[in-house]
């Protein structure tokens, strides 16, 4: 029986696993959750599987959840309540899912604790990929993603000798505007790239799908999950979305991992590897799909993908500022404060502008987060 | 540095598998050849590998081989021969590559040595995969495929937990008659069949590959090879031949290999594993594929695949009667005595009139083989 706590169980994420979680009462025991805001959602999961702590970002809904619990489930508050409920409760296996920048100070002090960290969310590897690492290199812990993409590459690589890894090759759906002239993306609104044509996913992520950004941050991932530079990693567009990515080793052999586009499926892996859980989903029937598409990304009209390799070419803590920035540029298209095509323009505005420190301490991370959202709000 | 035998070294996988222990002579040396007829070839070999024996079938061709050996390569002949040389060299990998029916006893005898056994050649799994995956695992030899499919599915199956395979998906590419009328597929001559799309192999493969009864013969090899019953094995026309075979998982996560069509890929990965050696060919471009498609393969114009099927689930010494009467049928139709549509028609017929032994000592495997080959004769 593994003992598992997730971060952001509320979210998109959060939600798969847990349905995972239930569907493998023997396996599995839900003993920790966070949450930020959503408080019914949080006191369902208390109802139906009673963890031992609840800790809720959001202060003022303490009271509420706490009544919720009846006492059966210890209720903490705020970030700092977050890092005790990870520091206090005993773990096999941390899913970090908590949406965007705020994961990265859970996301370390899960990895502290030398257990497996279940990687839901790109954004703190993104940050402080080499931070992240080193901190489970030092105390080992074990990173397995969740992403689909990296889940893929995960799979393919088990096993085969690391020297022999030629190339890592991401797919990108090419989200809703794959085929659409770049005139036309000016007039893009919030509602248009909210419909992802393969996946359900929170809104912040299915923009960044809409622009290749979400992409260009798994890049990034990437580069810190499996230890190989950025020229090593190829994206290619595959608009079906049924091979999640592949590797190319040096005898010229590609590997792929291929399915249906459910996110129950990694989490599942991520949970029970070396093992796998039986079919959360139905099979994939590749005579319906007919044929597999690849394309190479168009970096003109979405120049969010290229921004993330020169970020990671400068290094240091450029791409926590590429990530702040986008986060900012994201809210604002979201918000009706910028238009689809400006994304692109603020990000790459704040990194030619934003200070680079080649240091990876985490203040310094920090700030330069900080900047990278300052910048772009200034710009707008 | 591992000691080779390559057993039907003349032929096409024999000369990629020189190829491959050229390019890599500080981690392999070829001690042992065997061949067929071509004496011609023979020489060269003995010339650039100087192996300790080299056993030729034909023993006509003994003292001319022996001549050319210049008392540095000792000179076998015959069946006994071949066998001689299997049991006194000292090898770490035994290539298993005479073609047809011919390797069975070789490769018996190969596996009474307890090393590895890199085999080429499906006919001995088809005729005998009981007894000699029984044998392996009694000398505790490991079987490593070569074919590429075969191959493909061994990556695929790379360390995961072999009760959470759920599916063997083997590739097809169809073959050059993949989209001609059945009317057409009578007037097929010989020279229309030996044209193969996308690999460039030995004439009996080649039309066997035509018949798909190639694919039926893989699928009963990879019922051996992997232990799996047939209803778990899928076969799938993919026209392109990049993705060389796929698995799938209880999860349903699929994995594929893929890669170009050249066979010095699985011959390298066979002789290396757990290692991959670098590139014998160029890397697999997927933009320039474009597209991978999967179709249902047509068992009323190539009924070869189903009676792959039927002689697997009648059982016992079946699947020697099929490849027997399919190797009379097939040399028939390569001589001119018989058309392309009589092959299928040919081995139904054998594999309905022949006795079915259940048990699978070698003997009546051998008697077996002899009963569906002069089926086809006396029918022809």
Redesign the interface.
Known sequence: MKKIIILGATGSIGRNCLEVIRANPRRFKLVGISANRNIGRCEKILGQFRPKIAAISHPASFMRLKKAAHGRTSILAGEEGILEMIESLEADTIVSAIAGSAGLLPTLASIKKGVRIAIANKEPMVMAGRLITAAAKKSGASLLPIDSEHSAVF??L????EK?L?KI?LTASGGPFLNTAYKKLEKVTPAMALKHPRWKMGAKITIDSATLMNKGLEVIEARWLFGVPPEKIQV?VHPQSI?HS?V?????????????P?MK?PI??AL?Y???????????D??K????????PDTKRFPCLSLAYEALAKGGTMPAVLNAANEAAVEAFLEGRAGFLDIPKLVEQAISKASLRSDNKLENIIKAHKEGGELVRTLL
Do not use: H, W
């Open positions: 799979q393919c088990n096993g085969e000798p022999r030629k090759i290619l091979v592949m190319e080793f040096e005898d010229t052999s590609v590997m792929a991992q291929m399915g249906m459910d499926v599942a892996y029970s070396p093992d796998r859980l039986p079919a959360p989903c139905g099979s994939l590749l005579l799909e007919k044929k597999l598409e690849f394309f190479p």
